[in-house]
Structures are given as C-alpha cells and as structure tokens.
C-alpha cells in the first residue's frame, strides 16, 4: 500500500523562502511560498478587547456615580418623596412600552440584514418611527393625567406628565445607545453615556439640592438633562441614516 506522507514547511536553502515539503519526497516548485505570507496569529482579539472595555466603562461608570450621589439626593428630599419616586419608577416599564412599542429592538434584529444605503434608510425609517410613536406616546400621557392621578392620589397629574415628558427624552435616547451598540461604536456609546451620566448629577444637583424641589426637582432634572443629550444625540444619528 501506499506510504503515509507528513507534511510540513521548510526553508528553501538557495532563496530563504519557505516551502511545502513531504516526507520522504519535496513537494513542487509552485509550493514555495514567502515567509511573510505564513498565516499570523489574529490581531482581531485587541479590537475586542478595547471594545468590551469600552463598553464596560460606558456600563459601570454611571451607575457608580449614581450610587455615590444616590446618599447626597436622600439628605436633601423628604421621605414622604421617596413613595412618589417609587411609585413613578414603578411605571417605568409602562412608559417605555407605549413610547416605543419596542420597535428599537427592530434596529439590532434587521440591522445586519442590510448593506449600504439600505442599512442607512433602514435606520433613518426606524428613528423616525420611534419620534413618532414616543410623540403620540406622550400626548396620550398628557390626556390621562388628570385620570391617573384620580387613581393614585399621591401622583399629581403634573408630576405624572413631568415625568413621561423625561421618558420621552430617555427613549431617544435609548435608540441612540442601541444603535452606537449594533453598529459598533464603543467611543460615541461611552461619550453618550458618561454625557448622560454627567448632565443628571448636575441637574440633580441645581434642582433636588440646592434648590431643594424634592421629587419636582427630581422631575425637572430628569427632564432637563435628558433633553439636553437626545437632542445632539438625535442630530448626530440622523446624520448617520438617510431620512
């Protein structure tokens, strides 16, 4: 039967270049190859690596701001605020299904599935899609103020539409963050975040300390700094899309 062959790469004494070899008999001229050509270890793995810490700082960093202003904003707010607070936290899944319908999550399923100029009308479509529903998402939070606050006492109506107002600022940008995530742009996900993280300590500090508004200062500085960042955040991806 027929001998087994190993094969392997040698150096071709004459040239220095490297060529495939069987053993016991020389592989063909047209198998020489040069050195540089040999396959090389993947430098893929860098990228990963400062991409996935980039978005571990954009992920950590606020929330760690947020737990060490978390003791300042007690001092400062009554106790009887904290049970609005709650209340207003709790409803959050709420807002955000009648802002969005979840269609961002459309973004990271679809976007993949296009090329081009296709991927970027895809996206502008998307965007404005979702202005729209959080539009009409907030306009009903308005009409239903005055009956939610019929519901739950606590609530005034004006705090109720303050705080959808905020949510609806929050949902664009929450499109914004899905979509640096999806087309992988950790260094505008981490600016967007830490500008997030940054423009509500301060507004929590204007209105909820040193003004002392308790939960409508908490309010109002969640609307303001939201407002502040979707704004720039919806031009700068609207540039990225055809509309």
Same mark, same amino acid.
């Given at each position: 039967?027929?001998?087994?062959? *190993?094969?392997? !790469?040698?150096?071709?004494?004459? #040239? =220095?270049? /490297? ?10 001229? $047209?198998?020489?190859?040069?050195? $540089?050509?040999?396959?090389? @270890?993947?430098?893929? /793995?860098n =990228?990963?690596?400062?991409?996935? =810490? ?8 606020? #929330? ?13 707010m009554? *106790? ?5 607070? #709650? ?11 009648a802002?969005?319908?979840?269609? $961002? %999550?459309?973004l ?6 296009? +090329?081009?100029?296709?991927r @970027? +009308?895809?996206?502008?479509? &998307? ?9 009409? =998402?907030? &306009? ?13 006492? +606590?609530?005034?109506?004006? %705090? ?16 914004? %963050?899905?979509y640096?995530?999806?087309?992988? @742009?950790?260094?505008?996900?981490? !600016?967007? #975040? &830490? ?10 500090c !204007?209105?909820?300390? &040193?003004?002392? +508004?308790?939960?409508?200062? !908490?309010? @109002? ?17 609207? %540039?990225?899309?055809?509309?």
């Amino acid at each position: 039967g027929a001998v087994p062959q *190993r094969t392997n !790469w040698q150096p071709c004494p004459n #040239s =220095g270049k /490297m060529r495939l070899s069987t053993l016991p008999d020389a592989a063909p001229a $047209d198998a020489v190859i040069r050195r $540089d050509s040999l396959p090389r @270890k993947p430098r893929a /793995m860098n =990228g990963i690596v400062s991409r996935v =810490g980039l978005y571990g700082i954009a992920t950590v960093l606020p #929330s760690a701001v947020t737990f060490l202003f978390l003791p300042v904003l007690t001092r400062q707010m009554p *106790r009887s605020d904290f049970g609005t607070m #709650s209340a207003l936290t709790a409803l959050y899944n709420l807002f955000f299904l009648a802002f969005t319908l979840y269609l $961002d %999550r459309s973004l990271s399923r679809l976007y993949f599935l296009y +090329e081009g100029e296709a991927r @970027k +009308e895809l996206i502008g479509t &998307l965007l404005i899609a979702v202005l729209t529903v959080a539009t009409f =998402g907030l &306009l009903v939070t308005f009409g239903l103020s005055s009956l939610f606050e019929k519901i739950y006492p +606590e609530i005034s109506a004006r %705090r109720f539409s303050g705080y959808g107002a905020a949510l609806y600022f929050t949902v664009i940008i929450y499109f914004a %963050r899905t979509y640096y995530t999806t087309a992988e @742009k950790p260094a505008q996900y981490l !600016w967007l #975040s &830490l500008s997030v993280s940054a423009a509500t300590v301060i507004a929590m500090c !204007w209105f909820a300390v &040193l003004r002392r +508004e308790g939960v409508d200062g !908490w309010i @109002k500085a969640l609307i303001v700094s939201n407002a502040v960042i979707a704004i720039p955040a919806t031009i700068l991806v609207a %540039r990225s899309c055809t509309l």
